[in-house]
């Protein structure tokens, strides 16, 4: 038999390699020694929801009753304690639904590992206004609270209202609150529109709002506006729509102007106003200056317009005379005419 040829000795190799790493990845690797559990001397967690039944039992997101004025509603909550050690809640309710409910126990204690359900009472008052009432059914067990939605649905003619109030406009953003009015839950939509002096800046559809507004509730919220001009004058308005007619508008205006030039042109306008006031009172008091009769000796007494001994003031001044270049006034003097004799009317010699 004829020894083998370098190619075969390659080949062999290249196949000895690949049965080798097949193996290593096909033998199993040595078990990891497990990790202890951690030892928790509390409880390491718990929940309170409303109790379900059967296979939908915990799915309720919220405790939902419906009754007429005067009636007691009944529903349960369960707390679930998946600890290893006991716990301790206190139960209340809050807000105006929450007013209502009264517990078989305000404080449950849970074994660990251990689901309790607790029974609940709802009275709606004899006087309640027909329409939705909502509030929370509120778990503490002193490091934590856990709150449950309960809604309630009182028998009668419900009225949806609602209304926009209190819009503004601060920079790029708009402000505005929702007050519903009626008696009913409601689920607001909002449209928005901002008009200049050269149209339309702003059009937004009617969108849903991300929250239920309960009977008699008033909530605050903004709207963002990134590309609000910079020069213009704008009003923006609002529109507020809700399942069951009710609907409202409002606005607001506003005037933006640069900061910067603004102030820039201030200063000037100012700093002009001062440099016309400061050259006005130069040429007042340079006026002023020159009016001022030139001062007199004491005792020496002269008056203007009285001629000298010896002198008769002609008739009108002649044109092109006037004051002198001393400031005094002239007078002309002419000679004395000599009377002729008198002749008497109607004599002749």
């Given at each position: 038999?004829?020894?083998?040829?370098?190619?075969?000795?390659?080949?062999?190799?290249?196949?000895?390699?690949?049965?080798?790493?097949?193996?290593?990845?096909?033998?199993?690797?040595?078990?990891?020694?497990?990790?202890?559990?951690?030892?928790?001397?509390?409880?390491?967690?718990?929940?309170?929801?409303?109790?379900?039944?059967?296979?939908?039992?915990?799915?309720?997101?919220?405790?939902?009753?419906?009754?007429?004025?005067?009636?007691?509603?009944?529903?349960?909550?369960?707390?679930?304690?998946?600890?290893r050690a006991p716990l301790t809640v206190r139960l209340r309710g809050d807000g105006r639904a929450g007013a209502w409910i009264g517990f078989a126990a305000d404080t449950v204690t849970v074994p660990a590992r251990t689901r309790a359900e607790v029974p609940l009472a709802l009275t709606v008052p004899a006087d309640a206004v027909p329409g939705d009432a909502s509030g929370e059914v509120v778990a503490d067990d002193g490091d934590e609270e856990i709150r449950v939605p309960v809604r309630v649905r009182i028998g009668g003619p419900t009225l949806a209202a609602l209304t926009v109030e209190d819009v503004e406009i601060s920079g790029d953003t708009i402000r505005y609150a929702l007050v519903n009015r009626g008696n009913a839950m409601l689920e607001p939509r909002l449209a928005v529109r901002a008009d200049g002096m050269f149209g339309t800046l702003l059009d937004r559809p009617e969108r849903p709002l991300p929250l239920e507004l309960a009977p008699g509730r008033r909530v605050e919220r903004t709207e963002p506006w990134p590309d609000a001009p910079a020069l213009d004058a704008v009003t923006v308005r609002l529109r507020v729509t809700a399942p069951?007619?009710?609907?409202?508008?409002?606005?607001?205006?506003?005037?933006?102007?640069?900061?910067?030039?603004?102030?820039?042109?201030?200063?000037?306008?100012?700093?002009?106003?001062?440099?016309?006031?400061?050259?006005?009172?130069?040429?007042?008091?340079?006026?002023?200056?020159?009016?001022?009769?030139?001062?007199?000796?004491?005792?020496d007494t002269e008056t203007r317009g009285v001629e000298p001994p010896g002198t008769e003031t002609g008739g009108?001044?002649?044109?092109?005379?006037?004051?002198?270049?001393?400031?005094?006034?002239?007078?002309?003097?002419?000679?004395?005419?000599?009377?002729?004799p008198l002749v008497k009317a109607g004599a002749e010699s």
């Open positions: 038999m004829s020894p083998p040829t370098p190619r075969l000795r390659r080949a062999l190799l290249v196949l000895t390699t690949a049965l080798a790493a097949l193996l290593c990845a096909l033998a199993p690797l040595p078990a990891a020694p497990a990790a202890a559990a951690p030892d928790r001397d509390g409880p390491a967690g718990w929940t309170a929801r409303p109790a379900g039944g059967g296979a939908d039992r915990d799915a309720r997101p919220y405790v939902y009753l419906e009754g007429t004025p005067g009636t007691a509603l009944q529903d349960r909550l369960a707390v679930t304690n998946s600890g069951g007619g009710a609907r409202d508008e409002a606005e607001a205006s506003a005037t933006y102007l640069p900061v910067a030039p603004v102030v820039g042109g201030g200063l000037l306008v100012l700093g002009g106003l001062a440099l016309l006031g400061y050259g006005a009172y130069r040429r007042r008091r340079a006026r002023r200056g020159d009016s001022e009769p030139p001062a007199t000796e004491t005792g009108a001044e002649p044109p092109g005379a006037g004051p002198a270049d001393d400031g005094q006034p002239t007078t002309e003097t002419r000679p004395l005419v000599k009377a002729g």
